[in-house]
């Protein structure tokens, strides 16, 4: 099989094992939305946030390090599992030590046992990462998605139980534990590889010296609207923090589907791949833009009669926010694809460079947004964009001599075939539909928005941007191709 095809079946069980932990993470989520009001859900939200803001911390870098070596020896395994091990145990005692903190930053003693029950999940991670980055390295993506979604089921057991039992406000952070425990307790059942606690000095700095920037990159990227949270929380009220995480949960979950397994990907794909930065940068781009703006314009369009239909009023605020945060696709885009990019040809200080700017600047943008409550912090959350995406063209073309037009002209004509879209379903559709009921009017303007997309794809594309829309029809497969 080419590498391209492997890609293609490594994201779609990649797709099946982040979709079932996500979905089973906001049907618990959403359970929870309606048995608690904001304030109660934001505590139990702020419970997880600390500890899933540092999970990138054991599981990308090191784990990342070990998938893009050509070869692999017994020092390296070693020295990467101690080492991963090694910054798990120190998360461990960090969070569990600063939970006072945390409860008296926030306004509530409610959060010290949850924050310190919750700081076993970094922990328990790094007990397997390595185990998973071996299955991971060779394409056995099928065996990892059967692990992670019989660990998602425990997980979503044990926070039933937990609700049953009255203890409403620990369930995120037991679903999380439960998952996180089954899955590192499966991977070790099941791997092949022990580690005999016989680590290399030379090889540990080695992991670490080539992990570092990964880290703080993978930690700042996926731990954005986490640091969000804490902003939110910090400045405004845990009400304000569950309308965010309430939200924030819609453009997560297409997110997870969509975005991340295309991401996890990239990195092994792109130490195997002979063609050069550019192509693979281009490729990426296009694919990513063909797929995600119809999806995400299409869930800002409908997101907040969603809520309106399937929750109760008090959420209003919520889907407000995820409406907000579907727009973040714009923002998005360029980074996550051009990292691994970045370092796989040795690049990858650029990664904590521009990570750390985008900090800066999500804090900066977020405290101003959050004067004007939670909508205003995800819209501040979103305009970062305007500081974010010149930035990653400059360093793309700085490290890697690719021009930002040639970037650019990867995914504008999706982004407007989409905006078009969105805009004519905001101002034209919606309106003629107001007095059908909620269900009807959101599935008519669901099949409108794909059909005038679907069309525009089909039709206006190929005679504005021949180039991009024969670059996305070349990565299709055969069946789909021909619909194209």
């Not at 590498?3 to 490594?10: A, M, P």
């Not at 009001?37 to 784990?63: E, H, K, Q, W, Y």
């Not at 599992?81 to 409860?103: K, Q, T, Y």
């Not at 521009?354 to 999500?362: I, N, W």
């Amino acid at each position: 099989m080419s590498l391209f095809n492997k890609s293609i079946v490594s994201v779609m069980w990649l797709a099946a094992r982040i979709a079932g932990r996500q979905i089973a993470n906001a049907i618990i989520f959403f359970w929870l939305a309606a048995l608690l009001g904001p304030s109660d859900l934001g505590i139990a939200s702020l419970g997880v946030t600390l500890a899933m803001f540092c999970l990138p911390m054991v599981s990308r870098g090191i784990r990342d390090a070990i998938i893009q070596r050509p070869e692999l020896s017994d020092d390296m395994l070693e020295s990467a599992f101690l080492a991963n091990l090694g910054i798990g145990f120190i998360i461990l005692v960090v969070l569990a030590g600063s939970a006072p903190v945390a409860a008296s930053v926030f306004g509530d003693p409610r959060l010290i046992p949850l924050s310190i029950a919750a700081a076993f999940i970094p922990f328990m991670t790094a007990l397997s990462n390595l185990h998973e980055a071996l299955l991971e390295r060779s394409f056995r993506h099928k065996k990892i998605t059967a692990i992670y979604l019989s660990s998602s089921v425990i997980g979503a057991a044990l926070a039933v139980a937990a609700v049953l039992a009255d203890y409403e406000l620990w369930g995120l952070v037991i679903f999380n534990l439960g998952s996180c425990g089954g899955t590192a307790l499966m991977l070790w059942i099941t791997s092949d590889w022990r580690p005999r606690f016989r680590p290399t000095r030379a090889e540990m700095k080695t992991q670490l010296r080539f992990a570092a920037p990964l880290i703080i990159s993978q930690t700042i990227n996926t731990g954005n609207q986490r640091i969000v949270e804490m902003i939110i929380g910090a400045l405004l009220t845990p009400a304000a923090v569950g309308f965010f995480r309430f939200g924030s949960n819609f453009s997560r979950l297409l997110n997870q589907i969509l975005i991340t397994p295309v991401l996890r990907i990239l990195l092994p794909a792109f130490a195997r791949s002979k063609a050069g930065p550019a192509h693979n940068l281009y490729r990426v781009l296009v694919l990513n833009a063909a797929v995600l703006f119809p999806v995400f314009l299409l869930a800002a369009s409908v997101l907040p009669e969603f809520v309106d239909t399937a929750f109760d009023p008090r959420w209003k605020i919520g889907g407000w926010v995820g409406t907000v945060l579907c727009y973040g696709v714009f923002p998005s885009l360029i980074g996550p694809a051009a990292y691994p990019l970045l370092t796989v040809h040795n690049k990858g200080h650029w990664t904590a460079i521009l990570s750390a700017s985008a900090l800066v600047v999500t804090v900066l943008c977020v405290v101003a947004g959050a004067q004007f409550g939670a909508v205003g912090a995800a819209a501040g959350f979103v305009l970062r964009g305007i500081f974010t995406i010149p930035m990653n063209l400059f360093a793309v073309k700085r490290a890697l001599a690719i021009p930002a037009r040639r970037v650019l002209a990867a995914f504008i004509p999706f982004a407007l075939l989409a905006t078009v879209m969105h805009l004519g379903l905001l101002f034209g559709l919606r309106p003629l539909l107001e007095p059908l009921p909620g269900a009807w009017s959101i599935a008519l303007q669901i099949l409108a928005g794909l059909a005038f997309y679907g069309l525009g794809l089909r039709l206006v594309l190929p005679w504005v941007t021949p180039e991009q829309y024969a670059t996305f029809k070349g990565m299709l497969p055969g069946k789909v191709r021909r619909l194209f």
